[in-house]
């Protein structure tokens, strides 16, 4: 049985640094032997299909396969459409009321619990709020990601030790949902 995944790359063609052309990593996904695969804008993402593995060991596959490639590590995220359809399905916070800008969310390489997050001072955030799923925390910040100081707090290296995680905007939640739901 084949499923169809999205591949999340953490910090590539950010600032200049890690430059991975979507391309090249098209290319690198169908040399794996992987099927229907696609990018989503420059910024990491990418869909595909895989008769075979789970998240884990393709994650694991495409990190070490864009390393020796590139010359470069690159923390990777892979979810099926599944977990993707139900994070964007579990939100917290009124997706249809707010503007993409507004909502992100941050996917995390294993569960992860509120005692993580126990040393943020939620109420001097408000109205910046976040909330936690399955692997995931949904961040509601106002006034976008690049002015949240909330945001900036949950990147702390503290809070997020032995952890990859990657944060996206609500039209990639919704268009990788989209995009592996073929």
Not at 19 to 32: G, Q, S, T, V
Not at 43 to 53: E, I, P, T, Y
Not at 81 to 108: D, I, N
Request: glycine residues 8%; charged residues 25%.
């Amino acid at each position: 049985m084949t499923t169809r995944y999205a591949a999340l790359l953490r910090g590539i063609n950010v600032g200049g640094a890690k430059k991975l052309p979507m391309a090249d990593l098209r290319a690198l996904l169908e040399e794996l032997g992987y099927g229907s695969v696609r990018t989503h804008l420059q910024s990491g993402q990418a869909v595909f299909a895989s008769g075979h593995g789970d998240e884990e060991t393709l994650a694991a596959e495409l990190a070490q396969a864009i390393e020796k490639r590139f010359g470069f590590p690159v923390d990777v995220i892979v979810r099926d459409h599944a977990y993707l359809r139900t994070v964007a399905e579990a939100c917290p916070f009124p997706s249809a009321e707010l503007e993409p800008k507004q909502l992100h969310v941050t996917y995390f390489s294993a569960p992860v619990d509120e005692q993580r997050f126990a040393s943020i001072d939620r109420p001097a955030f408000l109205p910046e709020e976040f909330r936690l799923g399955d692997r995931a925390l949904y961040l509601y910040a106002p006034d976008g990601l690049g002015r949240s100081k909330l945001a900036e707090a949950l990147a702390r290296p503290r809070v997020n030790k032995g952890l990859i995680a990657t944060t996206r905007n609500w039209n990639t939640v919704t268009k990788l949902v989209e995009l592996t739901g073929a």
